[in-house]
């Protein structure tokens, strides 16, 4: 169509302005109605399971059901509370992955020093062995880890559980200080050297500050990977057990309650970590701003 625009103490002119057509609003239209179906049944299908899981844990019924429905109760939380050996499985399950994070994390950072200092044509090989554990089936991690200690009389059990998880952790971990070390200004570093700076001071005034968030990233997805963690740790842990490995034991004579009561603990407690993250998020925003 035309619209006219006014001159400045001259007659009106004239420029060619396109209106949107008709078909072109009802294609937007019908592209925000399928991109909001489809967020809808995103979210349906992210948390729909969790909330029959936690409901479940509210059921009187002696199986995890909401179809069978015989009221509230919360006597399933005293029942996990009366479990001694979940709770030993939390237990052994904390001391392991307390340990992977104490070997994986030095591991990784040591491995991505190495791929990202060493200027080296071998890199492409390193970097394809050290990444290898990531791709490896879990199965096979468990198996070749036990075969291995059994060699020096170490038979399955925590400490070859946490070897094993530390394997293909430590990968991650390296990948993760990768990433970081990619991006850090290199020019600092040399400036201290320059100056008489030892490498190790060089490493611990300037490099581990400059990590340290991705130390404490790699450190919470350590963790995490190692409490749940099962294909790797049923094979290596021998005659102990972790959270996971005796929940999927109990698989073979039935699920109770209580399994859901240890599913909505664990979502409360995420959900509280990350409302605590995001408050103290947002109080570090404030500060700088405030500066």
Do not use: C
Request: aromatic fraction near 12%; proline fraction near 4%.
């Amino acid at each position: 169509m035309k619209a006219r625009t006014i001159g400045q103490g001259g007659p009106l002119t004239t420029a060619a302005v396109r209106a949107p057509t008709a078909p072109a609003a009802v294609e937007r239209d019908w592209s925000q109605v399928a991109l909001n179906a489809y967020l809808v049944i995103f979210f349906v299908y992210l948390f729909a399971p969790l909330l029959v899981m936690s409901l479940a844990a509210f059921n009187a019924y002696q199986y995890p059901s909401i179809t069978q429905w015989q009221g509230w109760t919360l006597k399933w939380f005293g029942a996990l509370a009366d479990d001694t050996r979940m709770w030993q499985g939390v237990i052994h399950s904390l001391i392991i992955a307390t340990g992977v994070i104490l070997i994986s994390l030095p591991l990784g950072l040591a491995g991505a020093l190495i791929l990202t200092r060493l200027q080296s044509r071998w890199n492409g090989v390193l970097y394809g062995i050290m990444v290898s554990p990531v791709l490896t089936p879990g199965i096979i991690l468990g198996i070749s880890t036990l075969i291995f200690w059994q060699n020096f009389n170490v038979g399955g059990g925590k400490w070859v559980a946490t070897v094993a998880q530390s394997s293909f952790i430590a990968s991650y971990s390296m990948l993760m200080f990768m990433a970081r070390l990619q991006r850090q200004d290199r020019s600092l570093e040399e400036a201290a050297l320059d100056l008489g700076a030892s490498p190790i001071l060089v490493f611990r005034r300037i490099t581990l500050p400059f990590l340290a968030p991705t130390i404490f990233t790699a450190a919470v997805i350590g963790f995490l990977q190692s409490i749940e963690n099962y294909n790797t740790t049923v094979f290596a842990i021998g005659g102990d057990w972790t959270l996971v490995t005796e929940i999927g034991s109990r698989f073979r004579f039935g699920l109770s309650p209580v399994i859901n009561v240890i599913g909505v603990i664990f979502v409360a407690i995420t959900v509280i970590a990350a409302a605590i993250y995001v408050l103290l998020r947002q109080r570090e925003l404030q500060r700088a701003e405030a500066r």
